[in-house]
């Protein structure tokens, strides 16, 4: 793992927008467009698997592509939401590990 691998960013939190049928809708977070860059030069384009930390919780997931806004999505699960009190308009500090 090179250092390069490891990032960390502060991103605000906002809802994917919800269909008319309700539901809870997806919390993310867009990672900053330089950063997003670097990895999809680096690595591959589509899905990038990656583990992350907000406060003590970690997890893994994927950055998901979006295309709108040129740069990588990460979805903020519900139980790292409730874990660490983050709700929709929050800024959060990221640490992310390309794995």
Do not use: N
Not at 51 to 61: D, I, N, S, Y
Request: proline residues 4%; positive net charge.
């Amino acid at each position: 793992m090179q250092k390069k691998d490891i990032f960390s960013q502060k991103a605000k939190v906002w809802l994917y927008p919800v269909p008319p049928a309700g539901g809870g809708g997806w919390h993310f977070v867009t990672l900053d467009k330089k950063i997003s860059a670097e990895i999809r030069e680096k690595y591959r384009k589509g899905f990038v698997k990656i583990e992350v930390m907000v406060g003590k919780t970690k997890w893994q997931t994927s950055l998901f592509p979006h295309k709108l806004s040129g740069a990588y999505l990460i979805c903020i699960k519900s139980s790292v939401r409730k874990a660490e009190g983050i709700f929709v308009g929050d800024e959060i500090k990221l640490f992310i590990k390309l794995i």
